[in-house]
Nanobody, 121 residues
Framework: QVQLVESGGGLVQAGGSLRLSCAAS????????MGWFRQTPGKEREFVSL????????YYADSVKGRFTISRDNAKNTVFLQMNSLKPEDTAVYVC??????????????WGQGTQVTVSS
């Protein structure tokens, strides 16, 4: 079992920045691909970004490319999502996930509860 706890969400003005963290406990963190997804009411969970086990490979949704940066610290069992130049359409609950396979679809093994990000115009 892996437990994931997100933090760092909040209310920010358009153009601002937030840094999300996802702390993992349980089995070996470095054995998992980590992903960030986001969800808004009435919509399917949307892929945001993922990072490989050792952090050498990253992928981003086109909608966040160039603005968001994913990173991980395996010594601290934590994955981060630095979000810059935020837009109102980035408003969502951001959820981190851990899985054995790198996927841009929400087929991960473990999920956190999510953290709310609200971007005001």
């Amino acid at each position: 079992q892996v437990q994931l706890v997100e933090s760092g969400g909040g209310l920010v003005q358009a153009g601002g920045s937030l840094r999300l963290s996802c702390a993992a406990s349980g089995r070996t963190f470095s054995s998992y691909v980590m992903g960030w997804f986001r969800q808004t009411p009435g919509k399917e969970r949307e892929f945001v970004s993922l990072i490989s086990r050792i952090g050498d490979i990253t992928y981003y949704a086109d909608s966040v490319k160039g603005r968001f940066t994913i990173s991980r610290d395996n010594a601290k069992n934590t994955v981060f999502l630095q979000m810059n130049s935020l837009k109102p359409e980035d408003t969502a609950v951001y959820v981190c996930a851990a899985g054995a396979v790198a996927r841009m679809t929400p087929h991960y093994d473990y999920w956190g509860q999510g953290t709310q990000v609200t971007v005001s115009s």
